[in-house]
């Protein structure tokens, strides 16, 4: 299922024992554009934190009771490092968190998505340490904040087109599937969805996303607003239209 992340932003996020806070952000990878981490707020239970949870644990979202389920117990969730603080996150700092977890290292593997080993703290055993000896060459991880990207103007090859509005995210492997633009001044009033795949270049420091795409085509690709409802016959059109597969890599 396919969802807006804005609408999962305050979710309930509910451990196997018991409730653990809500959600306040996602991070995505700008490599693969696959979401690796929810920063999970833990509020009254333990005031004042925020640490990561492992997409790999996390569970389908339930829109009518607003939580999402995490394969994950309190005690897992309460003694986990603290790395929140430490934004960007580092490769090392997603390691740790990783070997914490019992998550597989997902870059060991190309990059792809993976899922939760069985939970070493329950099983009483040290889970292994994927890619360990080569974590050191592997640099800091290419980890964004959501709620950061949100807003970034929108480039195509003949003008800006706009800015970052929102994401929508594939629940079944956490990966983005499109980021919704608002066109602004340029088309008022309306919005565009643009694939991973399009991005040719993000500038950062700028906070500025570049497509291989002109502004003509993006007035006539498949129509998007509030009103569409955004589902694989909606993906497969998008896909056909621009000639390029869903995912960035």
Not at 4 to 12: L, P
Not at 90 to 110: F, V
Not at 189 to 215: A, F, Q, Y
Request: glycine residues 10%; charged residues 20%.
């Amino acid at each position: 299922m396919l969802w807006h992340a804005s609408a999962i932003k305050g979710y309930r996020i509910e451990a196997s024992d018991g409730h653990l806070g809500s959600v306040v952000d996602l991070l995505l990878d700008d490599k693969s554009w696959t979401i690796r981490w929810m920063v999970a707020d833990t509020g009254h239970w333990l005031p004042g934190r925020k640490v990561l949870l492992p997409a790999s644990a996390l569970g389908v979202p339930d829109a009518g009771a607003r939580s999402v389920a995490v394969r994950l117990t309190m005690q897992q969730v309460g003694e986990a490092p603290d790395a929140v603080s430490e934004l960007p996150v580092s490769r090392q700092m997603e390691q740790h968190l990783s070997h914490y977890y019992g998550a597989e290292a997902y870059w060991a593997y190309g990059g792809g998505t993976l899922p939760l080993m069985a939970s070493p703290h329950m099983l009483g055993m040290r889970p292994p340490f994927e890619g360990e000896d080569i974590v050191a060459e592997m640099g800091d991880a290419h980890l964004r904040s959501m709620a950061a990207v949100t807003g970034y103007h929108i480039r195509a090859t003949d003008g800006d087109i706009g800015h970052v509005l929102d994401f929508i995210v594939d629940d079944a492997e956490w990966r983005i599937r499109f980021v919704a633009v608002d066109t602004g001044h340029w088309w008022p009033g309306k919005k565009v969805l643009i694939l991973p795949k399009m991005i040719r270049e993000i500038d950062w420091s700028g906070n500025r996303i570049h497509i291989d795409c002109t502004r003509q085509k993006l007035r006539d690709s498949p129509a998007y607003s509030d009103a569409v409802t955004v589902d694989g016959t909606y993906a497969d059109a998008m896909t056909t239209y621009y000639g390029l597969p869903l995912f960035a890599v």
